[in-house]
Every structure is written in structure tokens, then in C-alpha cells.
């Protein structure tokens, strides 16, 4: 499955953003997707995952109660399949490179885990100012 995402961009904290991930490729409704995060000098952790059928989601602690991550399966809007993630209540920390991902089409538990998400986007630049 091949990956876009965008939404990214600067925001005061306490603020909000909508990230999207527009997935091409008929697998989409049958990976797990995720976003995950990355700031200079660090590696890339792990932000949310949800199911193929969005009936299981996963958050890291850090965001939990702040953002939300939703998938739309086969509801091609303009043509596409589309993966968000609502941040609300921003913070200074959440600045970081976020990516977009979609597990292996066989491994059908959602994970926090890198391994196993196979397919990556080119990643869009979140900036929370104080």
C-alpha cells in the first residue's frame, strides 16, 4: 500500500491538528495501520494503531486522551482510502517528524511495535510552539 501524509504544521500549545494518510492500494482495509513519531537524535516511537475493522485502537501513554486515530475503509473520498489522526490539547513535546504506516496485510493485531509495518509514508513535520 503506498502512503501520503499531510497536516502537519506549527500550532500554539493547547492547540489542535488533523493529520491524514491517504493509502493507495486495494490491501488497504486489510492492514493494521499506525502513526508513529520522530524528533532529531531520537528513534521513532510509537503514537497509535488501530485495526483493520477500527473496532481496536492503541495509544501511547503520552498521547492518551489527547489524540485519536481513524481509519476509513473503502469510503474513497476524492478516491482514496484515508487514515487520520486528531491531536487535541498540543503540547511542546509532541513537536516531531510524524509517519504513517500500514503493518504486514497477515500480521492482523494491532502492535506498537515497528516491525512488522511494512509500508511507510514520507512523513509530515508537526512544530507546537510554547
Known amino acids: 500500500v503506498q502512503l501520503q501524509a499531510c497536516g502537519g504544521g506549527l500550532v500554539r500549545a493547547g492547540g489542535s491538528l488533523r493529520l491524514s494518510c491517504a493509502a493507495s492500494?486495494?490491501?488497504?482495509?486489510?492492514?493494521?495501520m499506525g502513526w508513529f513519531r520522530q524528533t532529531p537524535g531520537k528513534q521513532r516511537e510509537f503514537v497509535a494503531t488501530?485495526?483493520?475493522?477500527?473496532?481496536?485502537?492503541?495509544?501511547?501513554?503520552?498521547v492518551k486522551g489527547r489524540f485519536t486515530i481513524s481509519r476509513y475503509n473503502g469510503e474513497n473520498i476524492n478516491g482514496r482510502n484515508i487514515l487520520y489522526l486528531q491531536m487535541n490539547n498540543l503540547k511542546r513535546e509532541d513537536t516531531a517528524l510524524y509517519y504513517c504506516?500500514?503493518?504486514?496485510?497477515?500480521?492482523?493485531?494491532?502492535?506498537?511495535?515497528?516491525?512488522?509495518?511494512?509500508?511507510w509514508g514520507q512523513g509530515t513535520q508537526v512544530t507546537v510552539s510554547s
Open positions: 492500494g486495494r490491501t488497504f482495509r486489510t492492514n493494521v
Open positions: 504506516a500500514a503493518r504486514q496485510p497477515d500480521l492482523i493485531d494491532i502492535a506498537r511495535a515497528e516491525s512488522g509495518y511494512s509500508d
Open positions: 488501530i485495526s483493520r475493522d477500527s473496532r481496536n485502537t492503541d495509544y501511547a501513554d503520552s
